[in-house]
């Protein structure tokens, strides 16, 4: 994965000239979820018969549609070919900690005339809340045991044991079912067609009145009709819950990625202290392939083809001119997201805070940086935005079919090879986006400390409409890049005497340093030729700022005059 924090590196090839030690602006080798799913041909041989059993089952009865029967088609850029995944009847592969199969329920209109009605609809609520709050627990007291602190502290592979605790977990429908009043037989389901009905006595007899019908998959959702002022996406609530809240007080709403697949609202990202900087001044975050594209003067699309991402990722022959489809920047971007092929920024939908761990156990909450919170409903439905996880996203799909090899959807594989790209997009709730505007984002929290806590405390929050302003931020902010103009333009340093200032002096020094090596080879390449010089092992451990210099003066541009001029020039 690449995006939920850029972990401290100590780099051999730093500089002489800069003393001071520097978080790359690179990102994370990709996280691991879980999903433990059957291999490809018997799920498709299983899902035929699903499919068969459902149609017959459906027109025998109305108004139960057990699952979505979504079918996520991909079209993907290079090829008119759909990849259809239509998950039918009750069970949906996905793994249960990380979601499971969703759950909604269409109550019957109350107009508090039948006390009967009443009553049912109180006792399900009631033990719905059970449920989620046994389902929360089990999340907490396990993260609280393994995770506490800066590292993974459980025995083995943090993606290993972190899968196979997910899928312990049961869903949602099996939660609800172990409550009290559904093993008392007060609550009953009628499998047969979602029917949930209420029993009580009356007069000696046994009464039974219908309460709602049981919603599954992407039936389970519906639009949400309350005018949102600031979304450009269609919203939506899962039926019967409109009410459920997250643990930290959000509102359990959802979107669609660009696959139509449902995609909780808020995304979480952490960043280290040089690349929310950069972000303040240039009004853009993505991945570093694009960064370096821009310092090359050139088009920063995500979809180029390069060698290295050719090597790795695609299976086939490439043409001359062949572009990447988005299932293959995403994979890409998450298989090669520690290097400078990053294609992009990856999300995660946990909002626990400090609830993200890498590979190799270590927190994506470090120490000195930051925590954004981003409204996807707010990001335009034009800028790519693709779930991995989740029911329908990209983990459901034949990534070999899509033209990416070496690859497994297994979550818990038994071999080191191939990619284990389904472990690497489970266990944060991983998300691709091309990129991050600042007026997407509507929490920005400070953090001096980093790892796991208790999955909600926060430290300071800055303003995020005017966070350069914020008094908790500004100086940092101004003095970060005071350094970083002080040694462009060549003037003093030695009144620059802050942390914030040092930081900036070390970034700018870095990327002069890249300039004066990539001006001094000739001729001149063009910025994808460039880019894959430093993406060769001689380059690659360079930090992102070295690489940027190199870049520009590899291509014959001229080096930035200052910080105004770099941020016009990355924008």
Known sequence: MNTHEEKSQANKRQPAAVSLVQKRMDCEPALQFSDNRPDADAQRKLQERLNNSAVKQQRQIQGYRPVDNQSAAITDQNSAKKVSVTLTNHRVIQTKGSGGEKMGIDLIANDKTNPKLTEGIDLFQRSWNDAKARRKKAKHDWMGQNIKGAKFSGKGSATIVYAKELDSMKEEKELLLETEAFKNKRLTLSESDGVISYHY????????????????????????????KVAV??????????????????????????????????AYVEKNYYQMMDFLKTGKMTGRFQQNMKAGGASDGANTMTEGVKNKVIQGPVTLGQTLTPTQIAVAHQEMGS???????????TEKVGGTVGNSGENFRTEDGFRLKIDLARVPS????????????????????????????????????????GGSVRK?????????????????EYHKKGGYDDGKTKETLIKPDTPTEDVNLKSLYEDYWAGFDAVLKKTALDALTSDAAQKGISSAKLMQSGYEAGSKKKPSVTA???????????????????????????????MFKDSADYAQAMK
């Open 201 to 228: 006595k009356e007069k000696e007899s046994d009464v039974s009145v219908q309460i709602g019908t049981l919603r599954l998959g992407n039936d389970a959702y519906i639009k949400s009709v309350v005018a949102d």
């Open 233 to 266: 996406r269609d919203v939506y609530h899962k039926r019967g819950f409109e009410s459920d809240k997250t643990d930290g007080g959000n509102a359990k709403e959802y979107i669609e990625d660009s696959n139509h697949v449902k995609t909780r609202r808020y």
């Open 339 to 349: 290097s400078p092929e990053q294609r992009g920024v990856s999300l995660s939908s």
């Open 382 to 421: 034009d800028v790519l935005l693709l779930n991995h996880y989740g029911k329908g996203g990209l983990i459901d799909q034949k990534l070999a079919e899509a033209g990416i090899k070496q690859v497994t959807t297994d979550t818990n594989p038994k071999t080191k090879r191939p990619y284990k790209y």
């Open 428 to 444: 944060n709730r991983e998300l691709y986006l091309d990129h991050v505007k600042p007026e997407w984002v509507v929490e920005i």
């Open 528 to 558: 994808v030729k460039a880019h894959e010089e430093v993406a060769k092992s001689g380059l690659k451990d360079m930090f992102a700022q070295y690489h940027i210099g190199y870049i520009r003066g590899r291509v014959g541009a001229a």
